[in-house]
């Protein structure tokens, strides 16, 4: 630049401003992007803080656990006062203090009981700095079934990876799981995996620094996507960055046509008059029959535990709970001390009793799209009426736009192996 181009011109109180003239970002295309952040540790920490510093419209930021003083080591929002707080709430007030025009929408609770796919819906984009694969597993299906790109990071000792996965266009993440990494996950949902869930809990060593680096990578790949030009970016490929060694590499998948992380959703029918706690799966089905004329069934995407029964005493308790919220104390009968029998179920007919009962008892979180299918349709209608008290205002969604040439170009490195970072997750 010439000293003849400068202007004084006083920028100190643009927030914006060094984002405005890079060439980089389109600040308008950030300023309006909504994002979903899934996990408030020490990668949702950093991510949040990138996202909330580009000024973002709108942060939701979902955590279940609470804050504990051994987090402060890489969690730069969390301060010893916060301890026994839940995550969300800490961040949320952080985030507002660092970025007052960030909309922040907190959701406390697990993947599966918080997260509804209307709101996934209602993002750009995700981001998942959780710390299991299963954890992993459910964000793909999720984003997978509503479109939407994902920006994955992963972090242990001096090893970090983020990939970036765009459903429908190149691999999703299990395309890219080895048969035994498909195993652990199938184990650690299964029940069988409820014994096991808490034994890895904090096992992963982390730093402070890998999580800034990580965390960096992953929103600077993000609002490429955000930006409509992944032309450069991670899409469909998986940057390892090990700081062992100073080494950063890129590898790439195939996409595996039979990968059953592959499911995409059609047209949601935004109901105002469904909730997950003040509607049935029959009223879901007495809606699909008038539309389609059909008897259908709903499918619940999860594996929900609808009673126990005792073999010793005979004992029977009716539940309605998804079997990821059972404990092995649970399964105990308490009658006679017998591990009882589950009966389990992820669809819902006219037939079954379980279908008077509100959705909500089945695990159906608020603002989540039913899967309705018949012998001739499929449906997918949303609980919109739970959208008014988290925030959102009825409103035609946009299909998604998907971004195109994201496909690989990096030969597969079968070589490559994921980061072990916690095979189990944290408990359901
Ligand atoms: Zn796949
Ligand atoms: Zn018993």
Known sequence: MHMADLRIVDHSKDRYHSLAISSVWELAKIRKARVLVVGAGALGNEVCKNLAMMGVKQIVVLDRDTVEVANLSRSVFFREKDHGRAKTEAIAERLQELNPDVEILKLTGDLDSALGLGLIRRMDIVFSCLDSRLARRSVNRMCGKMSKPWVDGAMEDLLGEVAVYVPGRGPCYECTLSQAEKTRIAEAASCRGIALRNLSLGKVPTTPTMGSIVAAIQVQEGIKILNGKPVNSLAGKRLVINCNINDFYVTASERNEECEGHEQFDTVAEVSEFTSSGTSARQVLERFKRE????????????????????????????????????????????????????????????????????????????????????????????????????????????????????????DDAQSKHLEALPVQKSA
């Open 292 to 411: 389609s004329g059909e008897d259908g069934f709903v499918e619940l995407g999860r594996e929900v535990v609808i009673e126990f029964r005792c073999p010793g005493c005979g004992g029977a308790e009716v539940l309605g709970e998804p079997i990821r919220k059972v404990d092995e104390a649970r399964q105990c009968c308490p009658q006679c001390g017998t591990t009882r029998e589950l009966e389990t179920t992820h669809v819902v007919t006219n037939k079954d009793s379980w279908s008077e009962w509100p959705l909500s008892r089945l695990g159906i979180p608020k603002l989540d799209v039913i899967e309705v299918r018949g012998a001739q349709s499929v449906a997918w209608y949303e609980l919109s009426g739970d959208g008014v008290e988290l925030g959102f205002e009825l409103r035609p969604v946009v299909q998604p736009e998907v971004p195109r040439d994201v496909l690989p170009s990096v030969q």
